[in-house]
């Protein structure tokens, strides 16, 4: 077994500096990164708490009373993070996820998905708007969240089973609430719901078939996530990733799966739909993705960007370190200019971590200074 890297100090220390191109050119709506892969999707994580302490994000000895998280002035306010959205779209991003930690914690943040609502696509349409959650205050908010303009929910689930999720999420939650949470999205139109399941070999693989059982035919896309190696406090080892062709190989011996094509370009997710008597996809029963960072690289396609809680952004979900977004915005600079830096720091990202990950010296490989999980938001 491979020895386990749990340090336990801050992940957040460097910062790079936005550049300040000296020549601002308008946005176009058509940036592409050094490796002619184009700006569409944007992530913003809300906030960097949580009330779950999930093994593989914020396992509870990194995790504790004394973590320092971020002071509420160090992170980007509503009109901050607007404005920066604002100008990513005009780069050509279409879709908007909110994340966290726990996005749903954050004060008020139907106010801030109202803000975001509002803005446009370079096409003039509203940007797609989708919040990633760990479904537990969803029963309480999903009506809100809808009618400031959310359209869709992802909700993290990983297992059926109240124990096994418990010892999951690490604070006793049960599953119960998390399936009220979804059942209330549903009601509120916030469609269509995907369920991410985080697999962990010998943790909740137990759990693969009786999850695709639930939710097969409910309209709710249920997709398997490799565990992946991100950060450096939830102490991963490959041998606790269970690759995606084993679940869906144990699918399989339960369920009569065909091959859908891909999603929309820099999709991740591999679609499998389960197939009628007549042996094809039969849509009233659905279909399940796979979500293989680990085994199956994505980076070709990847057009993802990640704006951190205090407003750094990171070219890659592995990334030691972000731009310092929130010192131009603090500087006064202007909407020219920010841009300008945006399209500067796209324009140069090669970052392919998955795809070189295995020729990576093991050290690099586990370098302590990656970002968490929950800081970043997936
Ligand atoms: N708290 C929210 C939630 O759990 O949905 C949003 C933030 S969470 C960091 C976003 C997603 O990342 C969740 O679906 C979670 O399961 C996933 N995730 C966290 N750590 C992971 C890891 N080590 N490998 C794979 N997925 C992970
Ligand atoms: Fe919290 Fe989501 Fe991380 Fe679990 S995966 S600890 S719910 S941020
Ligand atoms: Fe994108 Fe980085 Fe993940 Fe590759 S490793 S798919 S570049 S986030």
């Keep these: 077994m491979a020895e386990r890297v749990i340090p336990l100090h801050d992940q957040r220390i460097a910062a790079l500096a936005a550049p300040r191109p000296a020549v601002a050119q308008a946005p176009t709506g058509r940036l592409f990164d050094a490796l002619q892969r184009p700006l569409r999707d944007l992530r913003i994580s809300v906030t960097d708490r949580c009330n779950f302490?999930?093994?593989?994000?914020?396992?509870?000895e990194v995790f504790g009373k004394d973590y320092p998280y971020l002071p509420h002035a160090d992170l980007l306010t509503f009109e901050e993070i607007t404005r920066l959205?604002?100008?990513?779209l005009a780069h050509g991003v279409r879709k908007i996820r909110l994340t966290g930690g726990e996005p749903l914690l954050r004060k008020n943040i139907e106010q801030l998905i109202e803000m975001l609502a509002g803005l446009r696509t370079v096409e003039g349409e509203?940007?797609?708007?989708?919040?990633?959650?760990?479904?537990?205050?969803?029963k309480r908010k999903a009506h809100a969240l809808r009618q400031a303009g959310l359209q869709r929910v992802t909700v993290s689930l990983d297992a059926l089973d109240d124990a096994v999720?418990?010892?999951?999420?690490?604070?006793?939650?049960p599953v119960?609430?998390?399936?009220?949470?979804?059942?209330?999205?549903?009601?509120?139109?916030?469609?269509?719901?995907?369920?991410?399941?985080?697999v962990k070999r010998?943790?909740?693989d137990d759990q693969i078939v009786p999850m695709a059982r639930h939710?097969?035919?409910?309209?709710?896309?249920?997709?398997?996530?490799?565990?992946?190696?991100?950060?450096?406090?939830?102490?991963?080892?490959l041998d606790e990733v269970l690759p995606s062709a084993q679940v869906r190989a144990r699918l399989q011996e339960a369920f009569a799966l065909v091959p859908l094509p891909p999603g929309a370009p820099g999709e991740t997710a591999e679609r499998w739909g389960y197939a009628g008597p007549d042996g094809r996809h039969d849509p009233a029963l659905g279909e399940v993705g796979f979500i293989s960072s680990v085994t199956q690289a994505f980076c070709r396609d990847c057009n993802r960007a990640r704006l951190s809680t205090e407003g750094r952004l990171y070219l890659c979900l592995f990334a030691?370190?972000?731009?310092?977004?929130?010192?131009?915005?603090?500087?006064?600079?202007?909407?020219?200019?920010?841009a300008a830096s945006l399209a500067a720091i796209w324009g140069s990202r090669n970052d392919r971590y998955s795809e070189i990950r295995a020729l990576l010296p093991p050290q690099t490989r586990r370098s302590a200074r990656r970002i968490e999980m929950s800081y970043i938001g997936g």
């Design 85 to 88: 959205a604002r100008l990513f």
């Design 126 to 138: 509203p940007p797609e708007l989708t919040l990633t959650t760990n479904g537990s205050l969803l």
């Design 202 to 204: 010998g943790t909740n």
């Design 53 to 60: 302490r999930c093994s593989y994000c914020m396992p509870k």
């Design 215 to 237: 939710f097969r035919g409910s309209g709710i896309v249920l997709r398997f996530i490799e565990y992946m190696d991100v950060g450096s406090s939830n102490g991963w080892c």
């Design 165 to 173: 999720f418990q010892r999951m999420n690490d604070v006793g939650f």
């Design 320 to 338: 030691e370190r972000g731009y310092d977004l929130r010192a131009l915005l603090r500087a006064g600079v202007s909407d020219a200019e920010l």
């Design 176 to 198: 119960a609430e998390v399936l009220e949470g979804i059942a209330a999205a549903q009601a509120a139109g916030l469609q269509p719901i995907k369920v991410n399941m985080v």
